[in-house]
């Protein structure tokens, strides 16, 4: 059974970083795209970053700048690197893993939660 197990949610200050990691238990995971979604209370969930089999990333426009989407397929492990973080990043932070060619192939981590506030 494949599972996503996200870390490194925490309570940070506005201006602060954190770094998100979601390991997976899933066999050849350098086929599958990654991303990282969000959801904050009353929100609906959105992706705020992803990142391909062949690296190429794309990220939300809130977040541009900011934020860094990595992956290390030696550890089967997904980052996002969170830098000068506001108070509107709070939310829940999810890890996703789809396989681009088998629709059934798409996994979520139980997520992680990040609040920015003083």
């Known amino acids: 059974q494949v599972q996503l197990v996200e870390s490194g949610g925490d309570l940070v200050q506005p201006g602060g970083s954190l770094r998100l990691s979601c390991a997976a238990s899933v066999s050849l995971f350098n086929m599958y795209n990654l991303g990282w979604y969000r959801q904050a209370p009353g929100k609906q969930r959105e992706l705020v970053a992803a990142i391909t089999t062949g690296g190429n990333t794309n990220y939300a426009d809130s977040v541009k700048g900011r934020f860094t989407i990595s992956r290390d397929n030696r550890k089967n492990t997904v980052y996002l690197q969170m830098n000068s973080l506001k108070p509107e990043d709070t939310a829940v932070y999810y890890c996703?893993?789809?396989?681009?060619?088998?629709?059934?192939?798409?996994?979520w981590g139980q997520g992680t939660q990040v609040t920015v506030s003083s």
């Open positions: 996703n893993a789809n396989h681009p060619r088998i629709g059934a192939y798409n996994y």
